[in-house]
């Protein structure tokens, strides 16, 4: 891929934001790329592939949204990205169509090198993006990934992300703690909210609003998704509010 | 290595392939660099050090082919890419001798920082690629690993690299399978082409026509290579022609 | 963190050195940055970040040496690289508190992205180093990591590292040898000095100069570390001199 786009783009700065993405997992791809997008210089190109449906019916889709550009399987892996847009119209979207802009010869494995990575590398050096082929306004966006209340002090949250160093992102926002709240997760209860990792007692699992504004549970120096058995995608129950014991 | 480059090449742009190629695998190595070389621009050189021969005798090479430049061990880690000029003379290969393009002290153990990467560095800014030394003749190139026939509708294929997928490519080209084919992996048979990852069922082994351009065995959305039991090197026997059943 | 620097500094060089450093290793990280920065161009700006205590009262620093710049955590990390000037005022340290030179809201969990990415972007674009903060003269610098005599003729040695070949690099010099020496690892005894990985026989474990100067333990094509059972922080016995049997 990156051959590719120095052939068309020889100026074009390539960073590489994660390559630990689980295979095919259009959420975690989702999430990472939603906490990190907004860090890059507008006017970037990012290129999203994680694409579980390569050579079948799926669409390869440009997308702009708030001076950033996506390119990216239609597959849902931009709804964390595009939900923050909540009025219509806020993202513009084209469906790739125009295959000048791809390789000579486009194979079913590996739209990336094929199809993402050349069309990227065009808008890069300046292609306008309406080229890409005919605007969309079908995009498949998913339902936001939030905590689900199931009565008025319980709420059920989800496990989005674990980090390299085995800190386990959920989708709780602080504001869904209240002042006093318990995580059940099996048998162990996280009722501490520390400020940064170091206020945690050796052993101790606790939580931490997370540089994403997500809160991760966390053990100090070691990796609290071993210690309580947490995975992407995993279930915790959260007891919320002021009544909490 | 990147350090080094950066001193003598200021404007150098790095690209790092792959840092998985299995320790000292020659075969696998040469078999990567093979089939990426091709998606970078003319000119471009290429540090390819697989090297478990560091500090012997082997000899440190730099090698034009195709408008590409190789600097390598001279172990036959560029052999794949150099059986595809069969013609005499497709390539000039040039031992490196000359000291006053490598670090000023070479260790024994690490060539890709002490010789390769300052060679590189080097052919990088303009120095012409016959001042590294003498020009040679008898590169080491090894015989192609193709898939070996042992009776008319019988051949033996290898595994020649497993992707981060668990994707298992082989070196069968489509024109070996025939219009009926089987796969015999351990008790699996694999008998069915497929033109995309999607159009497998859930669990089914399929073959595919990889990006690389070689038959790769392929799980939807699982590790073939762990559900297999394959691994880099591994034989495969396949029957292959009308006559099959 | 590439994002923020790229904001800052759209023409700066990116490199990664290692992702490889053990989760929250401050020891193994200054290893490894003590052994690679030096090839790197004089004015190069080094980002360090192995930092367990974020978020704490651990200071953040800048640090001038040699024509480097490091932005680092004040937790010893830059301790190897520190050790080797002797001499007082070999380094200029800087607290950094100037709150302009980094993101608008600080995190209290990645200090990475938020202080030492921006502060160094701000660097690489001609900010002053004194700029940053305050002149300080109590970095944190541990006492160096060097084998220790117990009697005339034994010491104490330490693995600083496992590469990813398995090597496992000590904190021994060749010096600390001798003519003569044995390396007592559980019941295996090292006695064999080579110059290169090739001159050990198949499944031999040796002692070898390694490309960072120190004396590595090597297993011909194999993993030492995993043979041997030995891992970061381990204590290696060493008798050394001409009277050993």
Known sequence: MKGVILSIAPDARLVDIT???????????????????????????????VDPGVGSA???????????VFV??????????????????????????NTALCLDRVSHTFHGRDIFAPVAAHLAVGVPLYTVGPK??????SSPNIPRWVDP???????????????VVTNLRLEHLGRKFVLHIGDVKVRKLVSHYDDALPGECVAIEGSTGY???SVRQASAA???????GDEIE????????
């Open 72 to 97: 990216a399987p239609d597959n849902g892996v931009l709804s964390p990205i595009l939900q923050m847009d909540s009025e219509a119209g806020a993202w513009d979207a084209y469906h790739i169509t």
């Open 136 to 141: 969309i306004t079908d995009l498949l966006v």
């Open 153 to 167: 002090n319980r709420l059920m949250a989800n496990v989005v992300h674990v980090d390299r160093f085995g800190n």
């Open 215 to 217: 809160i991760e549970v």
């Open 238 to 245: 959260v007891e919320s509010g002021d009544s909490n014991q």
């Open 58 to 68: 799926r669409r390869p889709v440009a997308v702009s949204s708030r001076g950033h």
């Open 19 to 49: 390559h630990d993405v689980g295979s095919h997992d259009v959420a975690e791809g989702g999430f990472l790329i939603s906490t990190a997008y907004r860090y890059f210089p507008q006017g970037t190109i990012h290129v999203v592939v």
């Open 226 to 232: 071993e210690r309580l058995r947490l995975r992407q």
